[in-house]
């Protein structure tokens, strides 16, 4: 079975005239490969939450990323050389590798998710708890707004939100499969059946 580690908590503030956030980094472990979803954009909480892991960025395999937005992508420079994978594409360099349905060499599923963007995808992952939905910013929120009931997550505003009847339906099908979700920026919670 896979594990699941939530390594940086996404937060998302205003400080000032500032706007703070980074999103939820997640180091995924499953047939021998280490993974990194969405390494974000803090780098000293990303490098220090890898040192408590007894891990450097070299013990990386691959990263994944669940879509184009920078406060998701930014630490890819963390990791030179590694390969950078969205929803369907292997980066490796300047090839482009193309595949379906799940992370090559691993039973991490990708399903497409868009709304909050075209490219959105959510990985599904099997672990001894249940299935862990690591979605992103198909739900995200400031800091200290947070709610889960299942009327709060199918109308959540998204004000970033590219195709909003996308997002919902995007939404209806990460709540059927998932036990727990990982947001962009959030706690991890778990889905009321
Ligand atoms: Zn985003």
Request: proline letters at 3%; aromatic letters at 8%.
């Amino acid at each position: 079975m896979a594990k699941v580690k939530v390594l940086v908590e996404g937060y998302a503030r205003k400080s000032g005239n500032i706007y703070e956030a980074t999103c939820s980094t997640v180091l995924i472990e499953d047939a021998g490969k280490r993974i990194i979803v969405d390494p974000g954009c803090n780098e000293a909480l990303l490098l220090s939450a890898l040192k408590k892991e007894g891990l450097s960025p070299n013990d990386i395999d691959l990263i994944f990323l669940s879509h184009y937005h920078v406060d998701h992508i930014l630490n890819i420079r963390l990791f030179p050389g590694k390969d950078v994978l969205d929803g369907n594409t292997i980066y490796r360099g300047d090839k482009e590798l193309f595949f379906e349905g799940k992370i090559p060499g691993t039973n991490i599923e990708i399903i497409e998710t868009p709304g909050h963007t075209h490219e959105h995808a959510t990985l599904l992952v099997k672990t001894e708890k249940g299935v862990i939905a690591v979605a992103e910013d198909l739900w995200w929120w400031e800091d200290g707004k947070q709610k889960t009931d299942k009327k709060t997550l199918l109308s959540l505003k998204d004000l970033y939100a590219k195709d909003k009847k996308a997002l919902l339906k995007s939404r209806k099908l990460i709540l059927k499969k998932a036990d727990f979700i990982i947001p962009g920026h959030g706690k991890m919670f778990k889905v009321e059946k």
